[in-house]
């Protein structure tokens, strides 16, 4: 009899905890999984910059100067690894402010929907980083080792945007 009052409390507590790690595993799962996609995304967006700075630098609009500037930072992002492209996008923002609207000339529209692409990418990749981490942080997680080998994500820090002064933090 005790042995199946022992056995009536142990396996549905059994039975909730096996349903409970499945859940939390598959949950962390699809969140790594959607910071990877994010980031290809805010990736995308980076390069799409890339391209519109070296175009503006070709056009032959700027000094040489500037033009020689403009071309370096997005050269240095463009080759960043994923540890230092924070830094290397800050440089070309930085390389895209001093510039004036005439300065952009015909590139300009396409300078604006970059930046504001790059924006929300990166805002999108910050926030699928911040729920990563937050359920990686929580103690069942890590009782229970649910990620693995996986890597904890890091935030992409974002300069502020050539046109308006909205930042994308953490």
Not at 13 to 39: G, I, S
Not at 42 to 61: D, M, P, Y
Not at 70 to 85: H, I
Not at 98 to 108: A, N, T
């Amino acid at each position: 009899m005790v042995y199946a009052i022992a056995a009536g409390i142990v396996v549905p507590l059994l039975l909730w905890a096996a349903f409970r790690l499945w859940l939390t595993a598959r949950r962390l799962d699809r969140l790594h999984k959607r910071t990877e996609a994010a980031w290809s995304a805010c990736e995308e967006s980076l390069a799409r910059r890339i391209v519109a700075a070296r175009a503006l630098a070709a056009t032959g609009q700027l000094d040489s100067s500037t033009a020689a500037a403009l071309r370096m930072a997005a050269v240095t992002a463009d080759r960043a690894d994923r540890d230092g492209r924070s830094g290397a996008e800050a440089a070309l923002t930085a390389a895209l402010r001093r510039l004036g609207e005439s300065e952009r000339g015909q590139l300009s529209a396409e300078l604006a929907d970059t930046e504001e692409r790059v924006q929300l990418a990166a805002q999108f990749y910050n926030d699928a980083v911040r729920d990563t981490r937050a359920l990686r942080a929580s103690w069942f997680t890590r009782f229970f080792r649910l990620a693995g080998h996986a890597r904890l994500p890091d935030y992409f820090d974002m300069p502020a945007t050539v046109d308006t002064g909205n930042t994308v933090g953490r």
